[in-house]
């Protein structure tokens, strides 16, 4: 299968690149926010946001799909937390191989197919009652094309949830710095943009945010692999560092998310 070449829409990364992301990825199991430890801290703010997102949705038995679930954690979450029937679409073999993986591996029966965003099988177009992605839409050129893409999953009504890297703000000055390469598979979009390119898609924005004030864990350093000590180090400095910013976070009043320092943008939006 070739990389997505929809007019106006250039893929940053492309397909080979996940295919080689994807080989390198330990198998991964379902998040679990049952766990209230300080490692499982993004997780449980993640689930705070999802939680009362969905709470007027009655999401059970209602149809989800990952838009780009290469390596899914999020599906088992949220068929288990939510009770979802879930889907997920990607157009990387190897990623779609490891989401059907650990689907298999929580028990849950999800359908996993390998394909391109704009071009869906007719089964899964206008067929969901909800559309996520997390982290796809900064990948490609034109930001509104893609969004409006992804609303061609969802029937009328449905709604679609959107999370990128905040890469205009510090997590992207400093993913320059490491790793040049990583950066330019991204579109450095800030609040505004994302939510003016979710209207010029024509969905109807309900809110669009900087979501979490810090976690260092968004800078991708995994060329720095080849020098095992440097790497190492690298992941203990952002884990130690994020999580004094966590701790600190509930204490004091100026650690908000922000356009600075926030490690994502969230928005989300309904198909009229």
Known sequence: MNTISEPGA??????????????????????????????NYVILRFHDLLRSIFVGLNPQGKKLIELGCGSSEWLPYLAKEFGFKVFGLDYSEKGCE????????EGIDGQIVVGDLFAPP??????????????VAEHFTDTARCLQAMAEYLLPGGHLFT??????????????????????????IDRAALEQAHRAAGLKVMFCDYFLACNLGVINIESWKSRPLIHSTGVRVRSVLS????IM??????????????PYIVCYAMKP
């Open 10 to 39: 250039t893929d940053l990364a492309g397909r080979e690149y996940w295919q080689r992301n994807w080989k390198e990825i330990d198998f991964r199991r379902a998040m679990d926010p049952r766990d209230s430890g300080l490692n």
């Open 98 to 105: 490891l989401a059907s993986k650990i689907l298999d591996a």
């Open 122 to 135: 007719a089964s899964l177009r206008q067929a969901f009652d909800v559309a996520v992605s997390f982290g």
């Open 163 to 188: 999370l990128i890297p905040n890469m205009t703000g510090l997590p992207g000055a400093i993913q320059r710095r490491v790793d040049k390469t990583v950066y330019a598979k991204h579109v450095p």
């Open 243 to 246: 999580k004094l910013v966590w």
């Open 249 to 262: 976070e509930s204490r004091v009043p100026f650690l908000r998310p922000n356009r600075w320092t926030s």
